[in-house]
């Protein structure tokens, strides 16, 4: 039987200029939507699983055009809130070359923000649910949002469903200190999480918590790192993707992942960029959708770059790939022929 | 010398679906940014004068773009003062025939609704001005803009500028009460006035405030309103559109203006409508650039009619007519024949 | 609860010129999907019911891109069959004034025509379903269709679903003769019949087949038709359209509905038009959604032409509209303002 | 066999604001080529003849682009000679309702202005050829295009082709005596005349040149002035098209021939507008069309109007019509219905 | 005089997503056609020869913006037969960095595939001629193709044409026995043979039919092999590209060309690309153009590599280039320096 | 208190095709307004500076869209003199890879070639300017524009007004031998000259002008050759940047600038290629910038080189970026990390 995993965060509407203006350029913008978590429900529905996103939405035809969205990837949006004011908002100029991407965030006030905890029926969310996954953005968008993750962790551990978190952490959101407050209590309750604390490091200096891409690998210290992770907060998997940023258009990639005796490490691809929004959350999803069927966690961390590496290659937040696709890069086909 | 006129009010982006299509459907939106005042400043400059925009716009990209939009049709943005967060937006889905336009407002916490007072210079601001105006809108965000366009009306009548303001009345904003409550104080520092308050009214019941357009128009009854309107508020016109609504893409218009002695009435124009949005401050606009100019109120009226039915086969908030085509209108051509 | 609905039929790419572009300027082509049936299918939907469309479509991106379509609107897609070789296309160029919009058919060989009829689970399907709608144009698609109606026909009735049919003859797809023989078969399990078949006419050239439109409609005529069409396939209602083309931009709608006793017109709509296609559908749409909810057949048939009239002002086959939307109409309001 | 026609003038580049942008809106302009006769000699290729169309063209990927703009509408430049600086360029802004459509030319110095007048070989050009048509247009730009028409008309009356003229008189080009001086020498060898010059009336005043439409049409005083200009001239048949100009998109069109006996009027068309550049040439290319078939001159005087009619739906200078289409409105069918 | 050249083979509409838009979200096609042996004969056409394109197109809209997609660039569609229902249609997504470019196929049925053989005159085809080119995907579409074609190849040869023929294996069309059983009779009329078979080899394993790219080239092998395809089919040449898939959009290219002494390698190219639909005929029709011009086959090859790599840059399936851009890049200038 | 900088100039429209389309298959035109001198007072005034821009423009709605466009981006357009007949045009066609960009020029006849001198007030200009920037661009254009910049010259002299010239050598528009003898004399007044003259050089071959790009830099010999320019010019700095050209879209850019002591390198930079046109005006800018504010020398080298680097990554003539984006370059951030 299809299996459901449930996804829960924040669903903005992301505006881009065309091609890459600048925005003082730009006579119209480029309508998608998509946030951490929601690009995560997207990719389990591409492979097949039977994926729920929960989230508010206004009650208003802006809400409604990011609810259809979802629902044309195949994500079903029954548990979707409708209440509050105003869809968050971001606004995308896509860099090249020397020049970075930029973001403007308009997303105060959003409706998540306003959650109406009350109309969420996680018990109904999480029957019979395989997977919950969430991250690091939602608990920085205040008060509301930690205690609406709070719950829905809570009933997640309730029905016995295994919990995956993305850490994420955005410093225009929230600042360290806040992070590291609010993070643990919910980590100690999920059985893998991507990315660590700083405050897990005794070389704080060298692991910095944004400093995620090495040049310079240092094996050693990320197995000590990871094991006092996943120690500390009961974790089965500790894992983190590895980025090199030689420009804005042409990035390097690679991941590890922690069982408590082996950190293995990923194949590296090295790929030019069409929209690099979202591979973070394209590798969340590889990383479920492999543990959701049982797979081994090696074979999964090679599934979950490979298909983080396709989302580089595609306009939007979501990654929009199958699963054959996926596994034809694992298998090391780069050449890009033409399929005819 | 040219005269230099000032508006104040807020600056919106507009993002509208394109062509006919509804929100669900878009996967583009056009910008341009508008405002009822802001419409009034580019037809100002249009027009030839020396045309003073004073708003508060985020120091980000966003509020760059806005910046640069009204530059580009030559408005100053000199005291446009950059602070607050966010541009307000607003969603804009076109009808047409049986089906009405849709405004979806997300303008809440907008950069002017947190105007930094002090940092309005309005004494620089309206030395050497030969105008001010503004409109009920700017009031209906808050205390805080109340007290601003207070501080620009006072401002104002210290240097002897004449003033204008458009009552522009919105429901989604405020309410009647809260609207009649605020804007005597305003009113009666001004000069002119376009529209009317209910409360004026001896029979409500037959004019009320949002019903401007009449099928049996009844000039006694708008001469007995108009005259206690004016003498209530010390006025030295009372002014108002008489719009017919035959569908969302063909409309009737007139005017009419009353001097104290005689209430004057427009010709009546039929059209069919490309855009809309802004038509009333196009022709408030059009009446101020005329009264500026210390035109007779007749014929500033009469062009006011004119650049306000052009308006309507404009893409956007801003009125892109020069004065020579408001003129040709004036003079009845409305045969469309190419010229060339 | 909410009601189940079930519309079978096929899904077809639409290509469109831009704007009002002949095919020879074209170079590029919007792309909408649709269908007679998966156009009412979408309006269920958009009224809040929980709608399902029963198809075949080819098991590649072009039938996952055709099925995405449907979802994203809220149709639920589950009992599409993957199987067969090709999308169906239908070339559009939308006509304006003098000149009437074009279609070229190339629909020929399409995954519906090859339906692998035993994979339609019809007991799954019409299990707790509320209302079963399909059109003549499926039959007309050859053999292999008529089977698949026939069968889908015999499960609904065994379930003891309403049944609807919209005779919708097209010429380009077979002669009045085929038509006239399949159809009754068809016809007589249903409750709901739009159109009538020639052969119940004894007046034929008054009244012929494809001349739905009558400048001078003649009631008592209409009446005695209908009542023979609805004694002969035992149907509860029998309903039509009637309308007048002026222009291809300029049309004027009514419809009329017999239920044995009374013919009851609605109020005659006259309107331009952005774009027609799916009107008839959007009418159907209108019809089944209030006798699903057992409104009044009177009621039912004036919500149904409301709805028809504003598909009109709604860009590809879908009538993107809310039954508040709906409703406004049906009250009256046809002034067009902008709602704000 | 194919008929062999023959036009001769100037190809310009159009670039046209999308929609109905102003010029200081617009972000691109749409490209298409067209000129007075080029629009005739596309129409004539439309209708299946074979048309050859003689002009010159610089030798750069624009004047290329021009080049291919023909041929992909089956006109044959074989003839077309290769030298000069540049295409000649009209920006084109279209208007709506009361806003008049635009031009501003820019086609000063353009190729055929500096025609190398001995690179035209007439003598192969009309080589059984069956008919040659110029327009007024051509002689406007100049001494050396005089020239060239002039040997065009010389050789085509040596080879004994049939010579038809549009008056085409642009005030922006030249004055009414430059006119009137330079075309009756022109005039003099053709067969058809479509316009008439001022000079023939007697009575100015009633009669301007510019004046083609009219309200209240005074049949014996235009048969009193074709019957002078046939005289004079030795034309065979005087012709004119009667335009009444409602709005920018709402216009009303007729036409009327001279053949020395009686004065033939066409029906009169109502008819929304599209884009009406190149009307006037798809009226003289379905005269030319229908006169070089052998047609009678009624006749072909309704298939005129009735192309110009259709021309009105189209965008661009080209009436992309086929013969079909215009005989489907010559027999009354302006419904618009849907051909499915 | 220009000399005359003849292609044969389908035309086929592609529907390409814009930009790297997925199928699944694209709301819009590009649309142009194009086909192998098309794609020849508008690069012979760009190059300045007499080039006529044969094959059957349907008798209506789309066939007939098929038809004119040609003329425009140049191609003599005089011998298009118009029959048949449908233009073949492939729908195209570009692919990038590790992403390949994906076609799916929709041409079974296409006019082609029902060729009225009869109406092919090819008597009046090849009179005159001095080349004849077709490729392996017309015999590939069927029994009435093949037959098609080789009345085309007894046709040639009758009137001493040249021909030259491109294998051009298409896995998706047909498999490779059927492939080897039907090009032998065809290769053995040509001249030039591009591509090889694989019955022709010793040792299968090593070339395989599919693998033309080669990173560690075997002169020797090349040369045995491409000899006994020429004694076998007495051909005067036979050629390969040799092409290097690093990603999507970077390659390499070479080519090899075999006169039964030498094996001649060209210059190898490194470069980055925007669309490669039709290199491999843009390649073809650099050789042919050059022989035709009775150029060294050196020279020859030279000249089709620079072509097939300069067709890399070029958007759609036409290599929009002159003889003289081509010759720039063969006397190797790739600097990209603007040209002003 | 902000910098008064001034530049002169023609302002031309830039027709480019959409993406990388060729001019034969363009159906539209990206709009932009550029020249060299433009493209500088628009850097400028995006630093911050008062900046004026100096041309001649047409007093039409063409000329209308080029002064707003000029004033979007803040630079002040009131000595703009508004007379002459046409906006100069530029069609460009970008190229990619191998195949170049491509310019073809239609700027003859524009405004500026026919300055109405005495309309340019150039005291009023210069009063309390600090700086005047032009380039060897507009001298070319002939008689008239070589007397405009002669006075403008004299006139920023006698106001004590800093001058820096771009010598900006086009082939297209005049030869080595009118450059020649016409620069000198510009160039003695100024401050600050980018190039240097092909006269001044011994060794003429390995030095030759339009060699600007040097793979085997070789510093003695560029140090004596700027010293020659400078002593015999009595200029301030002598600069030129140093271009490698790859390939269409990846190119490496250094800088250098010899003070009469020493010959300063900048970094080098390698980077791929949005749009090229207008970097050595974003050079210039950066430069005047530096030098206007009295910044070091180097460290003005520096950020030119870097603003150059960045204006590749940006669409249009426009360099649209921030002193803070050029200043993060300069520090050495080519990391490409999306900004969040």
Known sequence: MTK???????LLMRLSTP????????????VVYGGAEANVAVSLSNYGLNSYFVTQLPDNPIGQSADNYLKKYGVNTDYVVKAG?????????????VRPSKVVYDRANSAITKADIEKFDFDEIFKDADWFHFSGITPALGENCIKLVEKAVEAAKKHGVPISVDLNYRKQLWDVEQFE??????????DVCIGWLSSIEEKQKEYKLADFAKDSFDEERFKELFSRMREKYNLKYVVTTLRENYSATHNGLAAIIYDGKELYKSKKYDFSIQDRVGAGDAFA?????????????KEALDFAVAASVLKHTIDGDFNVVTENEVMELVKGNTSGSVQR
Chains 1, 2, 3, 4, 5, 6 share one sequence.
């Not at 459901?4 to 924040?10: S, Y």
């Not at 091609?19 to 480029?30: C, K, L, P």
């Not at 990383?287 to 959701?292: C, G, M």
């Open 19 to 30: 091609g890459y203006q600048r925005f003082t350029q730009a006579q119209s913008f480029d």
């Open 4 to 10: 459901k995993v449930v996804t829960m965060g924040e």
């Open 181 to 190: 407050a609010v993070m643990p209590k919910l980590i100690e309750n999920a």
């Open 285 to 297: 999803a590889g990383l479920i959708y492999q543990l959701v069927l049982n797979k081994d966690h």
């Open 85 to 97: 004011d105003r869809v968050g908002i971001y606004f995308f100029e896509k860099g090249t070359s």
